[in-house]
């Protein structure tokens, strides 16, 4: 079992940068996949990036070039850092976590899930 949470949203204006967490508890968190999904308003849950066990990461071509994904095993985190913000990156985040370990873009992989946290980007 693990618990996931997130936390670092806010409301931000477009170009600045943002690093959102997720912090988990439960046990043999570093043999998980983690990966980071977004939800706008009237639209689908969509995947952003993910991290295996082993450290390999997968981006959504939407984010690529502008957002890093990475984490610390030694402190049960994953972070999502987001450079450039544009108003079309506003939605609830959430971080997931996939016992598979294999990082893939596939949301249905993913075992465990967080609340959420809001981004906001304005023009």
């Known amino acids: 079992q693990v618990q996931l949470v997130e936390s670092g949203g806010g409301l931000v204006q477009a170009g600045v940068s943002l690093r959102l967490s997720c912090a988990a508890s439960g046990r043999s968190f570093s043999s998980y996949a983690v990966g980071w999904f977004r939800q706008a308003p009237g639209k689908e849950r969509e995947f952003v990036a993910a991290i295996s066990r082993s450290g390999w990461k997968n981006y959504a071509d939407s984010v690529k070039g502008r957002t890093t994904i990475s984490r610390d095993n030694a402190k049960n985190m994953v972070y999502l850092q987001m450079n450039s913000l544009k ?6 985040y959430y971080c997931a976590a996939d016992s598979l370990g294999t990082a893939t873009g596939r949301e249905r992989s993913y075992d465990y899930w967080g609340q959420g946290t809001q981004v906001t980007v304005s023009s």
Do not use: C, F, L, R
């Open 87 to 92: 108003p079309e990156d506003t939605a609830v």
